[in-house]
């Protein structure tokens, strides 16, 4: 990193899953999915605890490689690298409270249940990040959680998924460059 990168403003946008191709594939995985589209032609490098590239002078993507319950050690890391404020650092979640393929923006706020967003808000000491949750829907017996986030979409399921997905990596994008606000009144009400 540059003293030049140390200088200007920067902002993260964390998509988070779980690193590996047994994962890939998984609702919990959403995440990651986010972070992809919106980096196609981003050349990723490897820090200690996450992936990254930059897609501006002002803009870092991150994908954690320490598993979703870990994912706030990345974030810090990010946080301490390229000087990201708590309030610059968008965080992209799964979230079996929302039907599949619905996005919410929040400002900030609780964790949710979700060990992801729990491990950022230890690892940066707040919960006043901003954050943009996916739904994946709800499984069909309520003990049957930790199966079917790391289960794969039905082929009904799909199609809505990728048009979630597109639709949160534009959300992300609007973010970055418009802010909280018009993220939230163009986004949510999808």
Same mark, same amino acid.
């Given at each position: 990193?540059?003293k030049k990168?140390?200088?200007? /403003?920067? &902002?993260?946008?964390?998509?988070?899953?779980?690193?590996?191709?047994?994962?890939? #594939?998984?609702?919990?995985?959403?995440?990651?999915? +986010?972070?992809?589209?919106?980096?196609?032609? +981003?050349?990723?490098?490897?820090? @200690?605890?996450c992936?990254?590239?930059?897609?501006? !002078?002002?803009?870092?993507?991150? &994908?954690?490689?320490?598993y979703?319950?870990? /994912?706030?050690?990345?974030?810090?890391?990010?946080?301490?690298c390229?000087?990201?404020?708590?309030?610059?650092?968008?965080?992209?979640? !799964? !979230?079996? #409270?929302?039907?599949?393929?619905?996005?919410?923006? =929040?400002?900030?706020?609780?964790?949710?249940? #979700?060990n992801?967003?729990? /491990?950022?808000?230890?690892?940066?000491? /707040?919960?006043?990040?901003?954050?943009? =949750?996916?739904?994946?829907?709800?499984?069909?017996?309520?003990?049957?959680?930790?199966?079917?986030?790391?289960?794969?979409?039905?082929?009904?399921?799909?199609?809505?998924?990728?048009?979630?997905?597109d639709?949160?990596?534009?959300?992300?994008?609007?973010?970055?460059?418009?802010?909280? @606000?018009?993220?939230?009144?163009?986004?949510?009400? =999808?």
């Amino acid at each position: 990193m540059t003293k030049k990168a140390m200088r200007r /403003s920067m &902002k993260a946008i964390v998509g988070l899953g779980n690193p590996g191709e047994r994962y890939a #594939h998984t609702r919990h995985n959403v995440g990651f999915w +986010v972070v992809d589209a919106m980096g196609v032609d +981003v050349q990723w490098r490897a820090f @200690e605890f996450c992936t990254w590239g930059e897609v501006a !002078d002002d803009l870092v993507l991150v &994908k954690p490689l320490t598993y979703m319950n870990n /994912s706030g050690l990345a974030a810090a890391q990010i946080a301490r690298c390229f000087g990201v404020a708590v309030g610059d650092m968008l965080v992209v979640v !799964d !979230d079996v #409270h929302l039907a599949v393929g619905r996005l919410r923006f =929040r400002r900030a706020g609780s964790r949710g249940g #979700h060990n992801g967003l729990w /491990s950022i808000e230890r690892e940066l000491g /707040s919960s006043d990040f901003p954050r943009m =949750r996916v739904g994946i829907g709800q499984p069909a017996e309520a003990d049957g959680l930790i199966d079917y986030v790391l289960g794969e979409f039905t082929p009904e399921e799909r199609d809505v998924i990728a048009d979630a997905v597109d639709r949160a990596a534009d959300g992300a994008f609007c973010w970055a460059t418009q802010g909280i @606000e018009l993220a939230m009144n163009r986004y949510n009400a =999808r």
